[in-house]
Each structure stands twice: as C-alpha cells, then as structure tokens.
C-alpha cells in the first residue's frame, strides 16, 4: 500500500495495526487467482504463530462482499494461504499467488 501513514506491532499483545493516508478502502485483486479483496482506511490483526484475527479487509464472493476475519496457514499445508470469512465460509490459495510484484 503507497499511501500508507501509520504501521505498528505490539509484541507484547501480538497486535498491529496499519493506517492508510486516505481513510476510504481500496480493492486490489490477486491476479493468479482472480481473487478481488477490499482494504479499509485501518486495518488491525491480532497474530499467532500462522494466523492472524483481522479486522478491515473484504473478499467479493458472487457479488457480495464479506468480511475476512481469519487469515492462517495450516501446518499440514505451509504451501497454502487460507482465507475464512464471519459467515464461516473459508478459501485455500496457493502461497504464491500471494508473492510481491503479482
């Protein structure tokens, strides 16, 4: 994120935090998995050895847009990223599509 104003992590309490320059969201979609997620102007995690409980990002599923809660990567799969919404609902993606400059 280029406009990005404030960046912190407590480790203590295991929180960080990120403030963006402009306080509205931005969308940016992974192109490898066509996946399109929506930032907020602040966006706040609690971190866990594999996951983070997140708070300020999105994911468009069939024209709705949902809440990411959880982002984690399994021990029995470190190649995989998954992704699990408030509904409950969650995605696996491969690590790579994740990697800078995609």
């Given at each position: 994120m280029d406009d990005m104003q404030e960046f912190g992590y407590n480790r203590e309490a295991g929180f960080m935090w990120l403030v963006r320059g402009k306080k509205k969201k931005t969308k940016h979609t992974f192109k490898k998995i066509k996946?399109?997620?929506s930032y907020a102007g602040e966006v706040t995690?609690?971190?866990?050895?594999g996951k983070l409980k997140i708070a300020g990002?999105?994911?468009?599923?069939?024209?709705?847009?949902?809440?990411?809660?959880?982002?984690y990567v399994d021990e029995s799969a470190p190649g995989k990223v998954?992704?699990?919404t408030g509904t409950g609902l969650s995605d696996s993606f491969d690590a790579t599509a994740f990697e800078l400059g995609m």
């Open positions: 996946q399109t997620v995690a609690f971190m866990e050895k990002m999105k994911t468009k599923e069939l024209m709705i847009w949902l809440s990411v809660v959880e982002v998954t992704f699990k």
